[in-house]
């Protein structure tokens, strides 16, 4: 499985962005897809994730971004509102084997929130 990000960028606070991730190879309805970051510094953090259709979220994005996936383009994207400094970071994202439990990751693409 590879999988490609795009949508990354710079955004003032308050603005907008929406990610975008294509596998390649086979995903399955069930296989988890979803999306974690890496804030300047920091660990590697969950984002926000779907299983089987259902929706989680870190506390930091609730309310302001929505995971969605369409498992017929084999794609899920990312809607970030309401963008925050704090929410600057490379977003990575994530397919989960259901089967095997391998984690395969894209390459990262950066969003900048400035003030």
């Known amino acids: 499985v590879q999988l490609a990000e795009s949508g990354g960028g710079l955004v003032h606070a308050g603005g907008s962005l929406r990610l975008s991730c294509t596998a390649s190879?086979?995903?399955?309805?069930?296989?988890?897809l979803g999306w974690y970051r890496q804030p300047p510094g920091k660990e590697r953090e969950l984002v926000a994730l779907?299983?089987?259709?259902?929706?989680n979220y870190a506390d930091s994005v609730k309310g302001r971004f929505t995971i969605s996936r369409d498992n017929a383009k084999n794609m899920v994207s990312l809607q970030m509102n309401n963008l925050r400094p704090e929410d600057t970071a490379v977003y990575y994202c994530?397919?989960?084997?259901?089967?095997?439990?391998?984690?395969?990751w894209g390459q990262g693409t950066q969003v900048t929130v400035s003030s």
């Open positions: 779907n299983i089987a259709g259902r929706a």
């Open positions: 994530l397919a989960r084997d259901s089967t095997t439990s391998n984690d395969y």
């Open positions: 190879g086979s995903i399955y309805s069930n296989d988890q």
